[in-house]
């Protein structure tokens, strides 16, 4: 990126809260941050099973790994003793840092929180229709 080499960067995402927020593998947050200094456009691209439509960002719980994944490599010390390990396994990318979030139902742009309002919608829609059909089916 500093040397102008790339021009965009596409990550995926475990987890894509209603106002945007993407939390995915440890690192993603950097390369957004890094992405929006050399004004690189910083893309998520991730299923809608990726969508939490209920979650408050501030809700999620990060996975924190062992502090032994640090510590040791294959069974030897390599940390001193006594030391403190933050291990996380997943980071926080807030929507001020992406460009767009790429999904089956197209690619969107910021302001996220209404579009991805939108999808519920959509997807609710979907399935109520889904349930009427499957209920009329059932009756007939």
Known sequence: MQRGLIKAVIVGADRITKDGHVFNKIGTYQVATLAKKHHVPFYVAAPLSSFDFVTDWRKVKIEERTETEVKKILGHQIAPDGISV????????????????????????????????????????????????RISHHQA
């Open 86 to 133: 933050f291990n996380p396994a997943f980071d926080m990318t807030p929507p001020e840092l992406i460009s767009a979030i790429i999904c089956e139902a197209g690619v969107l742009r910021k302001p996220f929180a209404a579009k991805i309002s939108a999808i519920k919608r959509s997807l609710m829609k979907k399935e109520s229709a889904k349930e009427k059909e």
